[in-house]
């Protein structure tokens, strides 16, 4: 009698864990989809500057930490922007042919902008996405440090035309040349 009870026991613990873990999974799956990161660190994973960055705020304690940061205009966002993070959540375009894309482009090397993969580098990041079922992508440019989308745009793919890379990194550079003139 103790042992059937022992196992059912054990076998609605097992059962509990697995929903946990399984709600752990879609809640980052959520988390990754709207833009956020995710809730989860990794101990000993945060960088030197923002570690320090806290041991200087250590001090004020009356301040409030959760405070998110103000938001800046998007013009003077992209007239800043130096480092480029770019995302891609499309099997049909891939990051990195977006970022050899936008190395390409004489402006972006005038600007004197880079592409970087480190996320906290970042000054911009280009996420782009592809409406299911659709020729139609879409790109949202974000800034990192407040999440607030600066510009998006939109484009489609044809069969014989341009690259979808080469089209959002034309897009993109469209977006910026208006706030940032050709040097």
Known sequence: MNRQLSRRLSNVNL????????????????????????????QGAEPQQQQAARNDDDDDDDEEDSAPPAAVDPATVLRRARFVLVRSDSAFVSGREVEASLLKRKEFK?????????????????????????????????????????????????????KISNKIAE???????VYRPYP
């Not at 799956?29 to 956020?36: F, H, K, N, P, V």
């Open 110 to 162: 005038a600007w004197g902008m880079a592409v970087t993969r480190n996320e906290a580098q970042a000054d911009l990041i280009i996420e782009i996405t592809r409406k299911p079922l659709t020729r139609r992508f879409t790109f949202s440019v974000l800034d990192p440090r407040t999440s607030e989308v600066v510009t998006s745009g939109k484009t489609r793919s044809v069969l014989f035309g341009k």
């Open 15 to 42: 059962v509990r864990f697995i929903l946990a873990l399984l709600f752990a999974a879609a809640c980052a799956t959520l988390a990754r989809a709207q833009g956020s990161p995710p809730v989860l660190k990794r």
């Open 171 to 177: 897009k993109f550079a469209n977006r910026v040349k």
